[in-house]
């Protein structure tokens, strides 16, 4: 699990944020409307986040929408990570499209999750 934490501080310690995006927030343990499969609901409150939005979906199959958590002016690469517990955790930098069942990955994100996995072994 402490891998994650790496890989995620890495992509969160590389990268910038950019300007607003629309996304969708909500959980879907308060609210039916936002699990899969997802229809951009009115029921669905939109935010503008500042460095673009993230889909989770947890081992139980929960899902949370919302913005990305943004360190400083620093922000995550978009596409997406599976942990080892089974949540995923997908990022994306468009008006809403953390409506999607999961966002492009991006080979860019792809490269940095392999650098993080071969420095999280020569670390341990």
């Known amino acids: ?7 995620g501080v890495a992509i969160l310690a590389l990268f ?9 927030e909500c959980i879907s343990k308060l609210n039916s409307n936002c ?4 229809t951009g609901s009115t029921a669905t409150k939109q935010v503008a986040c500042e460095a673009g939005c993230q ?3 947890d081992n139980q199959g929960y899902v949370s929408r919302g913005c990305v958590l943004v360190i400083g ?7 997406c990570d599976v942990e080892e517990g089974g ?3 997908c990022v994306c930098n468009k008006d ?3 409506a999607a ?3 492009a990955f991006s080979s860019h994100f792809l490269w940095l999750t392999g650098l993080a996995v071969v420095l999280a072994r020569w670390i341990n």
């Open 16 to 24: 910038q944020g950019s300007s607003a995006t629309k996304c969708f």
């Open 35 to 38: 699990g899969d499969p997802f």
């Open 55 to 57: 889909k989770v979906t």
């Open 87 to 89: 949540s995923e955790w």
């Open 96 to 98: 809403l499209c953390n």
């Open 101 to 103: 069942p999961e966002p």
């Open 1 to 7: 699990m402490h891998h994650f934490v790496i890989l």
């Open 73 to 79: 002016d620093i922000a995550p690469e978009p596409g």
